[in-house]
């Protein structure tokens, strides 16, 4: 029996090759987005993530067409930099109204098929920011680090249920992530130039980094397995930080993070 597979966010960049690959390992693919772009082979409803009426109305025609939901890759996000006292209250807001409460709309929406028929797997996209937070993109970081927090508490509560969660955090993708950032350089001139010169090293960083392609697999391989690890970092450099995260006192961890993002 093919597995039915929900990517949110997958009209473009990880999604989209998520989506992509999911597809290519035999399950039935349906990625929910504001635009329809969806890879051939897999099934776009739109949806806005931060509407939660329109997410279960998206599930609950999954449940009507193919009766199962097997996977939920929680993917829809999009990132704001700046400097954390001149960022517009808004600004914030919305950015965890996305990457935090759409990715809660999806996933209430689900768990109830997923608990009636004793199984399911949901994947949350969260950053190596989460564990390691990056200055001029603070709400960013803070949006990932609580998904982080949501699917630990959430993995203890659904376990019962046949139910597994993760999350992956990824580090620099080439994709469209960089292109769409909400970037303000409001304030540059107090904070000595720092707010742009931290941005440059990101979108540097980011442009230079791996495929979305790459991505898009690795978050389908964790997507098919029942179980894993509930955090698992995407890339070697990046599984490195992690454990380097945890294991280095707080105070140098961050000291390092600030080199790199706050000189």
């Not at 897999?42 to 993530?49: E, G, I, N, R």
């Not at 990132?79 to 914030?92: H, N, P, R, V």
């Not at 179980?227 to 970092?233: G, I, Q």
Request: glycine letters at 10%; aromatic letters at 6%; hydrophobic letters at 45%.
């Amino acid at each position: 029996m093919k597995k039915v597979a929900i990517v949110t966010g997958g009209s473009g960049g990880i999604g989209r090759c998520t989506a992509a690959a999911l597809r290519d390992a035999g399950c039935t693919v349906y990625e929910l987005s504001r635009h329809e772009k969806a890879a051939e082979g897999v099934t776009h409803l739109s949806a806005d993530m931060t509407d939660e009426a329109q997410v279960r109305a998206a599930v609950d025609t999954v449940l009507q067409r193919e009766g199962r939901i097997d996977i939920l890759v929680n993917n829809a996000g999009f990132g704001i930099s700046g400097a954390a006292e001149l960022t517009k209250s808004e600004d914030a807001h919305a950015q965890l109204e996305l990457n935090l409460y759409g990715m809660d709309n999806a996933t209430r929406a689900v768990l109830p098929a997923m608990r009636r028929q004793g199984s399911g797997r949901i994947v949350c996209m969260s950053s190596i920011a989460g564990i390691l937070p990056i200055p001029f993109q603070l709400w960013y970081s803070v949006s990932k680090a609580a998904i982080n927090a949501y699917v630990l508490a959430l993995q203890n509560e659904v376990r019962p249920f046949g139910i597994t969660v993760c999350a992956v955090m990824p580090g620099d993708i080439a994709s469209g992530f960089t292109d769409a950032r909400k970037k303000s350089a409001d304030g540059d001139d107090i904070y000595a130039g720092r707010i742009e010169r931290s941005v440059a090293v990101m979108e540097k960083d980011e442009r230079g980094g791996m495929s979305p392609a790459y991505a898009g697999a690795y978050v389908a391989k964790m997507a098919l397995k029942e179980h894993s690890k509930p955090l698992v970092a995407l890339g070697t450099a990046y599984k490195g930080a992690a454990v380097l995260a945890k294991l280095l006192p707080r105070r140098f961890s961050n000291w390092i993070v600030g080199l790199i993002y706050a000189k």
